[in-house]
């Protein structure tokens, strides 16, 4: 399991030196960004479908689902989110507030377990356009998105999490004081005293209705304790003692138990769509705390390293199974089908996406070459397939735009795969670009300014922009 502890530092450090600008985090092609005022989230913001403002709004029952195209349909016309949501509503800023508030608590919530991503700072006022200013303390917003990520587990937590040992961090910036945490979490992080296990404080009384598990996962995930990692050379005194009456024993029969009913992913403690990167990491993590070294000396007794060694069996039965791309997706396909009918039904489903892939494959060979009518029509194929995916648009409307008979048509996939994806900045550079070819540097304009609007280093928006200038200088931007 991770925190993202890159991000905690530049939002403390931002928050103690009352900083303005975006903070930005990206992993792979997921986008978030931060918008900073003073110290304060004025707004977060994310490229994830599930996370725009709208769906945010229509999921809290706070707009109904029919609005969501017209939010949509504005948002195409140049419009901002807000602005959008504020005209689809009748100006209700309350309506605002509220899906503001829930969208900046699901981004974090869901950052908070992000560690393999890169974090960017870029400073300064009025970056962003925006119309609501939620002016919340960042301590603040840290504490309620670390309690929802912890309540519904979005990080993926490994086995014998809860059975570790961990302490309290010094002299890195994350004392407890700076947090507006309830009565229970407080009485919580005071009860770990030194290097402690956490399966040794839960029989201990704690104020409030919140599960022990619970409090102390939304400390690790601020960063208020941190788990102990011994190697297989220290001292291993995250476990007690290895005699026969001792709770060691016991502690592994109970996860052996809880091994033989889980998967190759639950084993690992990983997630069915993570990484092989991940797959890895959490494997050599595993590996390490049950290697049979670890368990030689005299005051660990021959039942604790026989079931350490079955542990490690099926720790490394998973990674095998997980580690090889084919073999993961023989296992994927078997535990669709044996999961439900409905998931059964997904599995067959498969078959058309991978048809639909290997047409999308064939297309991007076609375009790579300039044979751009057989791209399209490859390219068609897989749009049919999957219509809901955004890439196969943009790639489709990237071969028609080449074709001046077909650019309009070209415009409908480029706009679909904003639609699909509506801060992708590859989709509306192809529009932009697209807009260019067909004399309309207006709407090739509003195009870059989104675009730049997410990433404001993008060379080719800023190349596009500067010959736009030299065009028309007309824009009020240039003025």
């Given at each position: ?249 016991a502690h592994f029969e109970e996860m052996l138990a809880r091994l033989e009913a889980a998967d190759p992913y639950e084993i690992l403690g990983i997630k069915t769509d993570a990484s092989q990167e991940e797959v890895q990491s959490a494997y050599h993590g595993l590996a390490r705390q049950f290697h049979p070294d670890r368990f030689q000396s005299g005051e660990f007794s021959a039942e604790v390293r026989d079931k350490a060694e079955r542990i490690l069996s099926a720790v490394n039965e998973s990674y095998a199974t997980l580690r090889d791309p084919g073999s993961r997706a023989i296992f994927d396909e078997k535990r669709l089908k044996e999961a439900s009918p409905v998931k059964a039904g997904a599995s067959a489903a498969s078959e058309q996406e ?126």
């Amino acid at each position: 399991m991770a925190n993202n502890r890159k991000l905690f530092n530049a939002l403390l450090d931002a928050h103690k030196g009352s900083r303005s600008g975006i903070l930005r985090v990206q992993r792979a092609s997921a986008k978030k960004q931060l918008i900073l005022r003073e110290g304060k989230l004025a707004f977060a913001e994310s490229n994830l479908p599930e996370e725009h403002l709208a769906r945010i709004l229509v999921q809290n029952g706070l707009l109904p689902r029919a609005a969501l195209s017209e939010v949509t349909q504005r948002m195409k016309a140049g419009k901002t989110s807000e602005e959008a949501v504020l005209e689809v509503s009748g100006s209700d800023m309350r309506i605002l507030k509220q899906g503001r508030r829930e969208q900046a608590v699901a981004i974090l919530a869901s950052l908070l377990g992000w560690d393999d991503c890169d974090v960017r700072f870029f400073p300064g006022e009025n970056l962003v356009r925006y119309q609501l200013d939620l002016g919340m303390a960042l301590p603040e917003m840290l504490v309620l998105s670390a309690r929802r990520s912890a309540s519904i587990r979005l990080a993926s937590i490994p086995p014998d999490f809860f059975h570790g040992s961990f302490f309290v961090p010094k002299g890195n910036g994350l004392e407890a004081e700076h947090f507006p945490l309830d009565p229970s979490e407080s009485h919580a992080c005071s009860l770990v005293r030194g290097t402690v296990r956490l399966a040794d404080l839960f029989a201990l009384a704690l104020p409030g209705g919140t599960k022990p598990q619970e409090l102390f996962l939304r400390l690790f995930m601020l960063g208020l304790i941190e788990r102990h990692m011994p190697t297989a050379t220290q001292p291993i005194d995250d476990f007690p003692a290895g005699n026969e009456s001792g709770p060691l024993p016991a502690h592994f029969e109970e996860m052996l138990a809880r091994l033989e009913a889980a998967d190759p992913y639950e084993i690992l403690g990983i997630k069915t769509d993570a990484s092989q990167e991940e797959v890895q990491s959490a494997y050599h993590g595993l590996a390490r705390q049950f290697h049979p070294d670890r368990f030689q000396s005299g005051e660990f007794s021959a039942e604790v390293r026989d079931k350490a060694e079955r542990i490690l069996s099926a720790v490394n039965e998973s990674y095998a199974t997980l580690r090889d791309p084919g073999s993961r997706a023989i296992f994927d396909e078997k535990r669709l089908k044996e999961a439900s009918p409905v998931k059964a039904g997904a599995s067959a489903a498969s078959e058309q996406e991978r048809a639909a892939k290997a047409l999308f494959r064939q297309g991007r060979e076609c375009l790579a070459r300039g044979d751009f009518e057989k791209a399209a029509e490859h390219l068609k194929g897989s749009v049919w397939l999957c219509p809901d995916r955004a890439d196969y648009h943009r790639y489709l409307g990237v071969a028609q735009s080449e074709m001046p008979k077909y650019r309009k048509t070209a415009e409908q996939h480029l706009l679909k795969a904003v639609e699909l994806d509506c801060l992708s900045t590859e989709s509306r550079l192809e529009l932009a670009k697209l807009y260019l070819k067909a004399s309309l540097p207006r709407k090739a304009w509003m195009q870059l300014q989104e675009i730049l609007r997410w990433d404001p280093e993008n060379p080719e928006a800023h190349q596009l922009s500067a010959e736009l200038k030299q065009l028309d200088k007309s824009f009020p931007g240039w003025r």
